[in-house]
Structure formats: C-alpha cells, structure tokens
C-alpha cells in the first residue's frame, strides 16, 4: 500500500510542478489516503500560482482532518508567506508549530532571516541570527549569505567580521555565494582589502563574484583597477555578461569621467556578445544627472526612446530629476506623457515622483490631479504634495492635507514634520510650529535632524522673534550648521537686526570662508556696523579666492527654448528693444518699494554690475511675444534682491501674468503684484 502512495503522490507532484494545478487537485480529490506529502504538494502548489488564500484553506482544513503537521508543512508555509513580503505572518506560524511541539529546523530559520532580511527588516534578521546561534541550530551556506547581506545593508562591519569567522570555522570558504556576499559586504563598508583577500580566495568564481569585485572598485572611485580586473575577466573562462559592463559604466560616470563612460556604452553597443539593455541606458542617464549635466540626461532619455528601448520605472525615476526646475516644465509632461504610453502608472515611486517635480517646476495643480487619482497612497505620497503645497506658499492647503494624512491613519514622519513646520512658519503660527516640533519627539520618538531645527528658526524669524532664535539656537542638542546660520541671517536682513546679523555672517564665514557669496555679505555687514580692519581681512581673502567674480545667471523658457542671460549681458538682436523697456521700470518700481530691513544682497548692485540678469530675462519675455505671456519661468543661480523681486511684483500686476521665479532661496511666485514667499526670503 505505501508503494501505491508513494507513486500517487509522485504523480502529484508532477502535475503540480508543470502548474497544472486544476488537475492536480482532481486528483488530490480522488486519493483514497492522503498523507503529508499529498496535501504539502498542494499546499506549495497554490502557493507558487499566487492563490494564496486556497493554500492557507488548505491548511486549516489539514488541521480540521487531524492530518499530522511536520516540519515541511510549516516550512512551506514560512517560506512562501516571507517570498509575499509577509514576515510576521510567517512569524506566527513559527510560534504556531512552536505550540505544536514542532521544532524549527534550520531550513525554518534560513526562511525567516532571508524573508526579513529581503524585505529590508535587516535588524531583525540579524536579531533571528543571533536568536538561532542562542538555541544551537548550525546555519548552513544560505543561512550566513543572508545574514552577511543584511549586515551589508545595515553596515555593521563588525558582526559581519564575526560572521565571516564563523563561515570559516564552518568550512564555507569556498562557498561561492557565501564569498560573493563578503565581497559585497566588505566594499560596501569600504574594506577593499578584505574585499580583495575574499576574491583572490574563492577558487570557482562565478560572474557575480567578478561583478562584485569590480563595483566595488568603482564604489569606491577607483575605476582603473575596476577596469583592469575587467579586461582580467574577459581573458579568464567566466566572461563579462551586460551587468558587468553596465557597473562600469555607472562607475566612470559616476566618478565624473562622462567620455569613459559614453566610450564603454557604444563599444557595449558594438559587441556581439553582449548588447545594450535598458539599465545601460538607465546608466547613463543617473550619471547624468548626479553629475548635474541635466540637459545630456534628457539627451539620452530621447534618444533611447528612439533606439527602440522602453523607458522602465528605473528610468522614469532617475530622468525626473533632471526636470525638478521651473523652466523644465514642458519636459515634465512629455516624460508623464512617456509614463503613460508606458502604463507606468501602478509603479508608486513613479507617481510620487510625478507629484514632486511638477510642483518643483510650478505646476501644483498637475501635482494635485495626479494625487487625487492615485488609488493607493503611501507616507511619500502625502509627503510629496504637502511639500508642494508649502513650496508655493499654499500653507492652508498644506495644513489641510496634514489632517487628512492623519485621519487616514498614517504616521507622520521627519519629511512631513519638516513641511508642517514651514507651513505654521508661512502662516505666522508660531505656538502651533512650537507644538508640531515637540511633538517630533514626545509623540512619534523620532529624533528631530538638522533641517527641523534650520526650519524652527524660520518659524521664529519669519515672525520677527529673533531673541527667541537665538535661544532656541544655544539649546540646540547639536552643533548649528550653515542652514542654521542662513536662516537667523535672513531674519536679521528683513527686519534689520544688525547685532545678530554679525552674529550670523561670521558663524557662516567660520565655516565657510571660501564661499564668495559669504565675503560678499560680510563686508556688507562690516561696512554697516563700521568695521574696517575686520573688512580688510575679509577682501585680502576676497582677492586671494578664484572665484571672486560670481556673477548671477539666469534662465528662462520662451517658446519651449531656453535661453540664458548673464547679469550685465545683452543680447545683441534686443539690446535697443530691452534698454528701453527696463529704462521705464524703475521709476514705477521704486514708488513701490518699501524695504525697511538691512540692504544686504548676495549680487552687487546694479551700478557696479549692471542690469541683473533676471530683469533682463523678464524684460525678453515681455518684449519678445506679440502679446504679455501668461506664465513667465525662470531660474536664477543666487537669491533676488529686493528691487528685482519688487520690480517682478510691478510687472505680475501690470501685465496681468504669473511669474515662477526659482532661485538659490526659495521658489517665487508672483501674481497680482504679490508673492508667495510673503516678501521673506
């Protein structure tokens, strides 16, 4: 009779595996005895199809039948909840098989700390690790592969040590993927020597173990030696596969070597044996951007598209980046238009990351329909809009959005707290922003970073209370850094506090002393408080630094074109036509006026440089179309001064238009002779 099970379950088992599962259960049906075998084939078999819930009926119909539960049972059961992402279900059946007097085995305990650890639970994994060594099961191979991995995330180098001498007490020195890991490890926590030692040990290299070694060169900006070991891989019997070549091309660029890296992607392109794929493309196009040539990433972006490769969400998200600006908000629907034709829609990152870059290119209504839309919502989703919101000054709708987040249910974290602050600081609510920073840590344990704290002196300037500032600033549990410094300096300029401008400047200029727009401000200041000899000191610095001369640049759209203007520039097809126009502005503009804080700026007045470069790109906006524009963008590289940011307002409300006016301090938006920034900025 045990023969005749045997083959029915093998038959079974058969039709489970070829995923013919509606004849398997035919057959599960019609078996006269069922043993454990018979129902953990099923079991596994509704698992791998996705009908999750059939294999846990499955289950509890196993209990209902008093069929005895093993170890296997569970262990499919563990297994499979981990591989769906649900660790704590996974959790309880192990206690569940605890309470049946069913021991883990060391397969049970590999599946919980591979689940958690694949599921970025990394602590607790190394928790189970430390949890299975306590109670005397030897893990195996995979065991330390994933218990290394999560040590690498968490990069806590010296329980990977330990874990490492473990494996070698264990005889797993030539486990390839037990090695591999430790090269990962060790690279990442920036110990190539030790990466190295691993590599040169391992006697049956496989691709992962080459590809490993060689980013981790890149990682660490060392591309020649990742470079050599690449030609040493091509000569060895384990050849480069499109991953290799695509690590390489990350690391050129990404260590700012562009011509390595578009050279190694045509010679990709050239191989008969490997050929591009879309992560080389998606390479590029990171590298691109981290090295903020954002034009060329876009480049490259059309350009795959027109090589006949499919953007993917990887791609979506690293050009996006490239488009967070207000003169790029064109390129922002075409890449929404790409997303679409795509059906990216479903990929969470992607939509979040739409909402973010269109409010940054001034587009919070976009921001807004694509929130509303969205079927599901996470942390980064309200996030993302709420700092929209702040971003355009809209603090109500921010606030009003920051309830809803939480009547939903979700918690906020250090990203929504830093929007709310700066919302309460827009509205003038200073008791409130109080509250909402206390509550960081009293209410949710979270400890406030920098950025609360630059954001509470906001709150605090906006409102003219800078004694408080101050204070708020010497009790700070951390040592204040420029942002800090920079925000208690523009509450000084706009309400005129000389004594704590001086305060402010030198902290900057301590940290910073090479930074021109610095020395610019300080001889300001000096100049107003009268103190020549500290002055001295600072233009004797001044003129030793090579980047004395920082003129403002500026940038605008203008028919899906930009163009680029420099302060004290002209463009020659223009010059008599902008002369003209700007020569009727200041009178108007003047009347306006009515600055009353310290006339500090980072760009030097108009007499000395010349027209600044943002008037001048407003003045081609104006006179370059048959009819005043409705919406004017533009970039600049350092902060307006005040009479350029009165003249926008005299422009905004004369021309009946809205300006987006980016530059190094916030984002502007004027309209109907106001701006957002309520004239702090």
Partial sequence: MSCVRRVRNSVLAVYVKCGKLIWARRFFESMDEKDGVAWNSMISGYFQIGENDEAHRLFDKMCREEIKLGVVTFNILIRSYNQLGQCDVAMEMVKKMESLGITPDVFTWTCMISGFAQNGRTSQALDLFKEMSFVGVMPNGVTITSAISACTDLKVLAMGMEIHSLAVKMGFTDDVLVGNSLINMYSKCEELEAAERVFDMIKDKDVYSWNSMIAGYCQAGYCGKAYELFIKMQESDVPPNVITWNVLISGYIQNGNEDEAVDLFQRMGKNDKVKQNTASWNSLIAGYQQLGQKNNALGVFRKMQSSCFYPNCVTILSVLPACAYVVASNKVKEIHGCVLRRSLEPSLPVMNSLIDTYAKSGNIVYSRTIFDGMSSKDIITWNSLI????????????????????????????????????????????????????????????????????????????????????????????????????????????????????????????????DVLIQRLILQIYAICGKPEDALKVRKLEKENTRRNSFGQSWIEVKNLVYTFVTGGWSESYSDLLYSWLQNVPENVTARSSHSGLCIEEEEKEEISGIHSEKLALAFALIGSSQAPHTIRIVKNIRMCVHCHETAKYVSMMHHCEIFLADSKCLHHFKNGQCSCGDYW
Avoid at 439 to 464: F, N, V
């Fill in 387 to 514: 700092c929209g919101y702040v971003l355009h000054g809209f603090w109500h709708a921010a606030l009003d959005l920051f309830d809803q987040m939480k009547s939903f249910g979700l918690k906020p974290n250090r990203g929504t707290f830093l929007s709310i602050i700066l919302a309460h600081s827009l509205a003038g609510m200073v008791d409130l922003g109080k509250k909402v920073f206390c509550s960081i840590t009293e209410c949710y344990q979270i400890i406030p970073m920098i950025e609360h704290y630059s954001a509470m002196i906001d709150l605090y300037g906006r409102s003219g209370k800078l004694e408080e500032a101050m204070e708020f600033i010497e009790d700070m549990p951390i040592e204040p850094d420029s942002s800090i410094w920079e925000a208690l300096l523009t509450a000084c300029r706009i309400h005129g506090n000389i004594d704590l401008a001086v305060l402010a400047i030198e902290r900057l200029f301590d940290l910073e002393p090479g």
